[in-house]
């Protein structure tokens, strides 16, 4: 009972400091004093990232995304920026407290719904017809806000370092005419445009491994190791990766 009076204090005073913190920063964005600004915010979060923690453990557990992918430091990132740009939307300080995890869970959200949105992707990747691949080739071709990307970006080797090698992947006896029938009809860089968009919309497990095993040159056996995998994981998540991108080219190009 002694616990549960401490952690309803320790509560109490935490939500206090947040309340008392609010007009603070306020006056500390007017300043523009971004530096004063985010070393407050650093003391609020260690309590909110036990709730980041906690909500990424439950996505984990339900199979949302894969262990790793995402961690509490990535959406406190973006935290930060949420509270700078929009701490004006509280109205009072008294609201702060609940606005900071308003905040978190629409941010939670949008990372389930861009997974639910790739496990879709995949699991309807047959029924796509050329103009939905075109439509989608020319929204990846753009970033998340919708903008057009600059050209020096884009000529930026962090933007192209994904040089897929297709004949490096599909090595088995009954995908060599594939291969060569791709080969016939599409110019390498075709390939490699729509090679990157269908693995920028997979899962990540399974595009994970297919950019280990055709970019780092990792064998299926250090792939596993790596991912802490079973050996036959690797494999069919490999052979999805593969699967998905065969139906892809084939009905938007072949058929």
Same mark, same amino acid.
């Given at each position: 009972?002694?616990?549960?009076?401490?952690?309803?204090?320790?509560?109490?005073?935490?939500?206090?400091?947040?309340?008392? =913190?609010? =007009?603070?920063?306020? +006056?500390?964005?007017?300043? *523009?004093?971004?530096?004063?600004?985010?070393?407050?915010?650093?003391? %609020?979060?260690?309590?909110?990232?036990?709730?980041?923690?906690? *909500?990424?453990?439950?996505?984990?557990?339900?199979?949302?995304?894969?262990?790793?992918?995402?961690?509490?430091?990535?959406?406190?990132?973006?935290?930060? %920026?949420?509270?700078?740009?929009?701490?004006?939307? &509280?109205?009072?300080?008294?609201? $702060?407290?609940?606005?900071?995890?308003?905040? %978190?869970?629409?941010?939670?959200?949008?990372?389930?719904?861009?997974?639910? $949105?790739?496990?879709? $992707?995949?699991?309807?990747?047959?029924?796509?017809?050329?103009?939905?691949?075109?439509?989608?080739?020319?929204?990846?071709?753009?970033? *998340?806000?919708?903008?057009?990307?600059?050209?020096?970006?884009?000529?930026?080797?962090?933007?192209?370092?994904?040089?897929?090698?297709?004949?490096?992947?599909?090595?088995?006896?009954?995908?060599?005419?594939?291969? =060569?029938? %791709?080969?016939?009809?599409?110019?390498?860089?075709? &390939?490699?445009?729509?090679?990157?968009?269908?693995?920028?919309?997979?899962?990540?497990?399974?595009?994970?491994?297919?950019?280990?095993?055709?970019?780092?040159?990792? =064998?299926?056996?250090?792939?596993?190791?790596?991912?802490?995998?079973?050996?036959?994981?690797?494999? +069919?998540?490999?052979?999805?990766?593969? +699967?998905?991108? +065969? &139906?892809?080219?084939?009905?938007?190009?072949?058929?």
């Amino acid at each position: 009972m002694k616990t549960d009076i401490n952690f309803y204090t320790n509560k109490n005073e935490y939500r206090l400091f947040v309340k008392q =913190s609010y =007009s603070s920063l306020i +006056q500390l964005k007017k300043e *523009g004093d971004k530096k004063a600004f985010n070393d407050l915010v650093l003391k %609020i979060l260690p309590t909110l990232r036990n709730y980041i923690n906690r *909500g990424l453990h439950v996505f984990i557990s339900k199979g949302n995304f894969s262990k790793g992918k995402y961690k509490a430091d990535d959406i406190i990132d973006q935290l930060f %920026i949420e509270i700078f740009d929009h701490i004006e939307e &509280v109205e009072k300080e008294d609201d $702060f407290y609940a606005w900071l995890y308003l905040k %978190i869970d629409e941010l939670m959200e949008d990372i389930q719904v861009e997974e639910e $949105f790739n496990d879709f $992707f995949f699991k309807n990747i047959d029924t796509y017809s050329k103009p939905e691949w075109d439509e989608m080739q020319e929204k990846y071709s753009t970033d *998340g806000d919708g903008d057009l990307m600059l050209i020096e970006e884009l000529d930026d080797i962090s933007y192209n370092h994904n040089d897929y090698d297709l004949n490096a992947v599909f090595i088995e006896d009954n995908e060599v005419e594939f291969i =060569s029938t %791709i080969d016939k009809k599409l110019n390498e860089d075709t &390939v490699k445009k729509h090679t990157a968009l269908v693995l920028h919309n997979l899962p990540y497990a399974m595009r994970h491994v297919f950019e280990l095993f055709t970019n780092e040159h990792l =064998s299926l056996e250090e792939i596993a190791l790596i991912k802490k995998s079973t050996l036959e994981e690797v494999k +069919q998540l490999l052979q999805d990766a593969k +699967q998905a991108l +065969q &139906v892809s080219l084939f009905n938007r190009y072949l058929n």
